[in-house]
């Protein structure tokens, strides 16, 4: 994914979310859900569909501003039939101001059917450097070993 992006999120890495549009307000995204990401239906996982979601809508609004990040403030996800086979999620910014992107995204399945539905809220936030030596790492207390 950070190919298109330019960022690396290494659960979405893991998860094999490929990127097809990231242009202009509105973002693709494929994905296969391999036996691990399926629930006890033997469907895609529900949160694993919330994740595509989440980085569809995310896509869509970075794509009009790509040297900005953003972060989920919210999202709101409706779940229509069980997703299956080859995934496409489809993107698209709704609105957006100066600091905050309103966007929604759609799970299709192989046949065409809608499967997911979202809309969510997203702070466009500066990039800044990450690891452990960047001005902005996390700092957690060390490990007991009691």
Do not use: W
Not at 37 to 52: D, E, I, K, P, R
Not at 104 to 116: H, L, Q
């Amino acid at each position: 994914m950070s190919i298109k992006t330019g960022i690396l999120v290494p659960f979405v890495e893991h998860l094999g979310f490929t990127i097809e549009r990231f242009d202009s307000g509105e973002s693709e995204l494929n994905y296969t859900a391999l036996p691990e990401h399926m629930n006890s239906f033997q469907v895609t996982h529900g949160g694993a569909c919330m994740t595509l979601l989440d980085v569809t809508m995310a896509v869509a609004a970075r794509s009009v501003q790509k040297d900005m990040g953003v972060v989920t403030i919210e999202m709101k996800t409706s779940f229509m039939q069980p997703a299956l086979g080859p995934l496409v999620a489809k993107g698209r910014l709704m609105h957006r101001t100066a600091t905050m992107a309103f966007s929604e995204a759609t799970i299709y399945d192989a046949k065409g059917r809608a499967c997911s539905h979202s809309t969510g809220t997203f702070k466009y936030v500066k990039r800044l450097p990450v690891g452990a030596t960047a001005a902005n790492a996390q700092q957690l207390p060390p490990l007991s070993t009691d």
